[in-house]
């Protein structure tokens, strides 16, 4: 059973702070990771991917790989209230085909 | 990305009956998906619809309770069959586009009484 772990939180950050999220997955084949962000009653909402080690960088967020250690990391800078939300890390399937697998879900609060 | 729209966005069902959801994409994808979210817990892939032959499906999910069409390359129904409390979720549907990255549609609500 291929495993995403996530520290379901809540996470709390003060406005204008850095939220660092973490992700840990356990098929060690897998080269595509995503990061979705999704408000209560909503469906979920791709905000980065990444397929290399190291980091990527659009906006306000820093996502972070690290495939020896199995290990990815999303970070949010300058905290909104409006970035209050559950963020669930997804790990494409290394062997086969297009599935995604998807962690339990951080919970991110943002107070003013 | 894609524009995705979902049929229905929620329904109360009385249970041992059956609940068709619609799924539409605004472009042709080759890959669409669909996904539960029962209340407080995160995604589980049901299937992945394939154009022209049968879904596939994952473990746990079988054909009977969860039929699935995929006549063309734009829309797709997912079934809930016999409905159950149990059945009492979201459901999603997902497309993947030339990456790998998927993306979904706004979900239909399904409360089984």
């Known amino acids: 059973q291929k495993e995403v772990e996530q520290n379901s939180g809540p996470l709390s950050v003060p406005e204008g702070a850095i939220a660092s999220l973490n992700c840990t997955y356990s098929?060690?084949?897998?080269?595509?990771f995503f990061w979705y962000r999704q408000y209560s009653g909503k469906s979920p909402e791709l905000i980065m991917s990444?397929?290399?080690?190291g980091d990527k960088e659009d906006g306000r967020f820093t996502a972070q790989l690290n495939k020896a250690s199995q290990y990815v990391s999303l970070l949010i800078r300058d905290s909104q209230p409006s970035d209050s939300a559950t963020y669930l890390c997804?790990?494409?399937?290394?062997?086969?085909?297009?599935?995604?697998?998807f962690g339990g879900g951080t919970r991110v609060l943002v107070k003013p | 990305s894609a524009v995705i729209s979902q049929k229905p966005s929620r329904d109360i069902c009385q249970r041992g009956t059956s609940l068709t959801i619609q799924c539409q994409v605004d472009s042709q994808v080759t890959m669409m998906f669909w996904y539960r979210q029962q209340p407080g817990q995160s995604l589980t892939l049901i299937a992945t619809?394939?154009?022209?032959?049968?879904?596939?499906?994952e473990s746990g999910f079988v054909i009977d309770k969860f039929p699935i069409s995929r006549p063309n390359l734009t829309f797709s129904t997912l079934t809930v069959s016999n409905m159950s409390p149990e059945d009492s979720s979201i459901y999603l549907c997902?497309?993947?586009?030339?990456?790998?990255?998927?993306?979904f549609g706004p979900g239909t609500r399904l409360t089984v009484t």
């Open positions: 990444i397929y290399s080690n």
């Open positions: 619809a394939n154009q022209g032959s049968e879904a596939t499906y």
């Open positions: 997902s497309v993947r586009l030339d990456t790998y990255e998927q993306y």
């Open positions: 098929d060690r084949g897998s080269q595509s």
């Open positions: 997804a790990v494409k399937d290394g062997a086969a085909g297009n599935k995604l697998t």
